[in-house]
């Protein structure tokens, strides 16, 4: 049982594009917890491996990209003018090159390596020590955090969730189309689902939270409410 005063641990995870992100975020500054975007941290691994000689023309070298683990530091600082985080890679911040399509491209590829898995799990379990944190990602709920207080299952139309992510994209000044967009959001449910180690799927314990035709207002309704349930059960 939990009272008003206890910090729980909310545990999201979804598929690419949910604006699993802005959730989390979103609840966090609301309960005045801790946002921690792990896919920002396989992003920021793939960005370092891109820029390291450990993919060439899309292909991921998983040996170099292992090599490379250990001369990698992720930290996070809070940065007032996002509300939110912004991760640093070796002091660097990268925020801002994290989420180019280069990337998205291969951050599945990158994810699916156990020793990535494992190194940034073990971050991502001390960052929750303490709790009072909202973390978004594909396997907080099943791995992560497998005793997570509330687990958050989200999941979107392709369609929508690429329009989503266009509309980000071309807002920054990207040169993409649509259907490129599209085809990314598709092939990354498919390689998160099926990869060996830590697919991505529901928890049994999570709610589902299909937002595809819900304002984030609407979505703070709704975890509220259950936020509150929980504090009362
Ligand atoms: O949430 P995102 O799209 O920024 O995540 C980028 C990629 O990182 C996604 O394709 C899968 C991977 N990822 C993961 O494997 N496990 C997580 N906890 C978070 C992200």
Redesign the pocket.
């Known amino acids: 049982m939990s009272t008003k005063h206890d910090k729980i641990i909310i545990a999201i995870?979804g598929f690419?594009?949910c604006g699993?992100?802005t959730f989390a975020k979103a609840i966090a500054a609301r309960l005045g917890y801790i946002f921690i975007?792990?896919?920002?941290?396989?992003?920021a691994v793939t960005l370092y491996a891109l820029e390291h000689g450990a993919i060439h023309s899309g292909i991921v070298d998983e040996d170099a990209v292992v090599r490379l683990l250990k001369e990698i530091q992720i930290t996070f600082r809070f940065n007032p003018e996002r509300g939110a985080s912004d991760i640093y890679v070796n002091g660097d911040r990268v925020e801002g090159k994290i989420?180019t399509i280069e990337v998205?491209n291969c951050?599945?590829a990158v994810?699916?390596i156990g020793e990535v898995?494992e190194m940034?799990v073990r971050m991502?379990q001390e960052m929750g020590r303490r709790k009072g944190v909202v973390m978004?990602?594909?396997?907080?709920g099943t791995v992560?955090f497998p005793d997570a207080e509330l687990k958050i299952f989200m999941t979107a139309d392709p369609k929508v969730r690429a329009q989503r992510r266009y509309d980000e994209l071309t807002a920054k000044g990207d040169n993409v189309s649509l259907e490129e967009i599209e085809q990314n959001v598709r092939d990354?449910d498919y390689?998160?689902m099926h990869?060996a180690i830590?697919p991505?799927r529901q928890a049994e314990d999570a709610i589902v939270l299909d937002n595809s035709h819900m304002t984030v207002e609407e979505q703070m309704t709704w975890v509220m409410e259950r936020i509150e349930a929980l504090q009362q059960a």
């Open positions: 995870d690419s594009s699993k992100s975007d792990t896919g920002a941290m396989y992003r989420r998205s951050v599945s994810s699916a898995r940034l991502q978004d990602g594909r396997d907080i992560v990354r390689q998160d990869r830590s991505l």
